[in-house]
């Protein structure tokens, strides 16, 4: 199983538009898909159409609660989802004190009874505190959604070196599957730019996909539907479609992904 951290502590960057959309294209190419929710604000929980889960996650957390009862089926066939809850804001005052409590999350999905999934996909809060922490504990790869402006670029030099720490003290394996240019706008020159300079900066490392800016990804969360169900031939959901490609041609040739700088 891939687990994937979707990650970046900047806000707005894309996040969870890549966590749900890239859940359901995998999943239409017919990959089995478990989606953490991470983030208190669950957004990607009410995209699925799941809202206010008590408790949930938080008692997996810090109350030894077993993840596999917290799982969810999701309206599409092969994907499922652990919600998030409103309670997670609290989870790191919960935890202070704690041993390795940034390895809390690796612990109870290593117990699961059964991993039936290929992908295990998680959308992280824009904070690097100890829920992003035990996301990239767990992980084995980190995928980065950039939103294509020039103030993004800024904390991405952070994030990455972040990385490299969790990577030295926490991780050893972990990888980046990939920077993701998001909110790409092929019109302007701006835009484009970014891409070119992400491509530069961090060679090696930058998806080949880019993910366009595009209203019908905007308003499919109101639908409740992922973007393949919600406008399934627009750019959103062809964009999406090419990074599961994309990250599902990496398996096929097992490359070495690139590690982090
Ligand atoms: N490719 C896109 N085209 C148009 N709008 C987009 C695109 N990607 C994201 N958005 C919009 O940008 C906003 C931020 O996106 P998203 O919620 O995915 O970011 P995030 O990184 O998860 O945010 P947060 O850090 O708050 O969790 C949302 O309103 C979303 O609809
Ligand atoms: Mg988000």
Redo the contacts with the bound molecule.
Sequence with gaps: MRIIAIV?Q??????????VNLAATLVEKGKKVLLIDM?P?G?ASMWYGFKDQGKGLYQVLTDGEKLENVIEKTKLDNLHIVPASPLLAGVEKALAGEVASESILKDRVANLPSQPWDYLLI?C??TLGILSLNALTLANEVLV?VEAHVMALHGLVQLLKTINVVKQRLNPSLAIAGILP???DQRTKHSVEIVDQLKDRFQGQVCSSV?????R??EA?LHLKPITEYDTHCN?AQ?YRKLADELMSQEKREIPKPSVV
């Design positions: 970046n900047k806000g707005g960057s894309g996040k969870t538009t890549t966590a983030d604000q957004s959308d809060p824009p959604p998001c909110r790409v993910i366009r800016e595009n209203i990804l905007a969360p959103g964009d």
